[in-house]
Antibody
Framework: QVQLVQSGGEVKKPGASVKVSCKTS????????ISWVRQAPGQGLEWMGW????????HSAQNFQGRVTMTTDTSTSTGYMELRSLRSDDTAVYYC??????????????WGQGTLVTVSS | IVLTQSPGTLSLSPGERATLSCRAS???????LAWYQQKPGQAPRLLIY???NRAAGIPDRFSGSGSGTDFTLTISRLEPEDFAVYYC??????????FGQGTKLDIK
């Protein structure tokens, strides 16, 4: 069965960076991409960006351009999202979701369990 | 594309019918609109894709309709486990994906 298992929660100070991992199983990793979605406490869902190992292409949302890097490791079927220059309003649950291998768009049928990132001095 | 959901909160009783709305700022290509349910502490769960298709394992009391800029999620007879937050998402055209702000369905 398809699974996306994310790394554990993190506490970071303002200005630091965080890297969240998303280990996948149950499907051919290179046939799909990974999108990242975050949710601040009590708030809605915000798409951050997409990456694929198909051709190492990435696309980030305008709000995160220059601050986020999304990568994939085909040897371990794992996706990574690194967010830099953290601020208190980056405190959120970060989800990985299975996406397409190409930059078209699809509904999100498989989600990771979420990783809480807390930014606090 | 900006998605606006209404109402923000809907208070109903089990057994009642729920109607949730999602309006897009421009036409959603191919009616590529999805609905998700989220319960506290859980990841969102896909309910409906392409406006009206139920995802695998979703009970038939959930139905979706609409096209263009106006979409609706209907829950025909509310069960206790249906009280949650519901989000719409558009995936037509080109990136970025966008979500509505959510409708909270709570018990009256």
């Amino acid at each position: 069965q398809v699974q996306l298992v994310q790394s554990g929660g993190e506490v970071k100070k303002p200005g630091a960076s965080v890297k969240v991992s998303c280990k996948t199983s149950g499907y051919t990793f290179t046939d799909f991409g990974i999108s990242w979605v975050r949710q601040a406490p009590g708030q809605g869902l915000e798409w951050m960006g997409w990456s694929t190992s198909y051709n190492t292409n990435t696309h980030s949302a305008q709000n995160f351009q220059g601050r986020v890097t999304m990568t994939t490791d085909t040897s371990t079927s794992t996706g990574y999202m690194e967010l830099r220059s953290l601020r208190s309003d980056d405190t959120a649950v970060y989800y990985c979701v299975r996406d397409l291998a190409v930059p078209n768009m699809i509904f999100f049928d498989y989600w990771g369990q979420g990783t809480l990132v807390t930014v606090s001095s | 594309i900006v998605l606006t959901q209404s109402p923000g909160t809907l208070s109903l009783s089990p057994g009642e019918r729920a109607t949730l709305s999602c309006r897009a700022s421009q036409s959603v290509s191919g009616s590529y609109l999805a609905w998700y349910q989220q319960k506290p502490g859980q990841a969102p769960r896909l309910l409906i894709y392409a406006a009206s298709n139920r995802a695998a394992g979703i009970p038939d009391r959930f139905s979706g309709s609409g096209s263009g800029t106006d979409f609706t999620l209907t829950i025909s007879r509310l069960e206790p486990e249906d009280f949650a937050v519901y989000y719409c998402q558009q995936y037509g055209g080109s990136l970025p994906y966008t979500f509505g702000q959510g409708t909270k369905l709570d018990i009256k």
